[in-house]
């Protein structure tokens, strides 16, 4: 992204009015204000959510939409553009992970025609990277691009069980967002859940998003032995038997897991 060189009238606008930082970081600041709530604003709206002047915001909008990382529509409202798109696509957490385990989580998906996930840690959050909606499944709140807490989630709990101890301190410290009545939120039960997915390779995540939804994940190993991704399968809460659910994931991580170590695959 080429950032155009800040003026001297800019500079002495940004004092007087105690401006945030540097220009990219007022533009990752208009950026971060876009959210699934929120994807398309007025400049008046994205002023308010940024936290900016709105003649800073006035200004600097120009260069992002000239570059692509915004367009602005018809009714005058900006939304994220196709340029930002395409860069994200090369992250190779994100796109490069997806391709190699697209074709396992399609098995996964046909086979059992239920919600199939895959998703990263990114700190002390999980970001969804692929989301495959089975026929009849049960509604699910992720979206691809969407982040979730570590300790509600049968993807997150197989991350976080593996994540450095720093980390996972830092989470079980809490606060801790209850989303329904059956979600977790002490912190001795969520260490006996980490521990079961270290001694059993897959971890359930019983009704603590949705009442009528419960999920199995298991963690997908990168080339190093690190965590690089985890793989759900996401059902509705009656009808299903874990045991029998769990071996269909972890065969779908522990083929993940092969072709993220062969390049070639």
Not at 150 to 162: E, N, Q
Not at 165 to 178: M, N, T
Not at 187 to 212: E, F, I, K
Not at 222 to 233: H, I, R, Y
Request: one cysteine or more; aromatic letters at 4%.
């Amino acid at each position: 992204m080429r950032v155009q060189p800040t003026t001297a009238a800019h500079t002495s606008e940004d004092r007087t009015q105690g401006g945030p930082g540097p220009v990219l970081g007022r533009a990752f600041k208009i950026l971060g204000a876009f959210s699934a709530e929120h994807p398309a604003m007025t400049l008046s709206e994205l002023a308010r959510r940024s936290g900016l002047p709105t003649s800073t915001v006035h200004r600097m909008l120009g260069d992002l939409v000239a570059w692509g990382a915004l367009e602005r529509g018809a009714d005058g409202r900006y939304r994220v553009g196709l340029r930002l798109w395409e860069v994200g696509a090369l992250a190779p957490r994100g796109q490069g992970l997806r391709e190699r385990a697209l074709p396992y989580l399609e098995d996964l998906s046909q086979v059992t025609r239920e919600n199939v996930q895959l998703a990263v840690r990114e700190g002390c959050e999980l970001v969804f990277v692929e989301r495959i909606a089975g026929t009849g499944a049960v509604p699910v709140l992720t979206r691809v691009g969407g982040r979730f807490a570590l300790t509600a989630t049968g993807v997150g709990l197989a991350l976080l069980a593996r994540a450095p101890v720093e980390v996972q301190e830092k989470v079980l410290a809490g606060p801790f967002h209850r989303y329904t009545e059956h979600t977790v939120t002490d912190p001795r039960t969520l260490r006996r859940m980490l521990g079961a997915v270290r001694s059993d390779g897959y971890v359930v995540s019983d009704r603590q998003v949705t009442t009528d939804a419960l999920s199995v994940a298991a963690p997908v190993y990168g080339p190093g032995g690190e965590v690089a991704a985890a793989v759900s399968l996401v059902v509705r809460h009656s009808g299903h038997a874990v045991h029998a659910l769990a071996p269909l994931v972890c065969t779908s991580a522990r083929a993940i897991t092969r072709a993220l170590a062969d390049p070639a695959r």
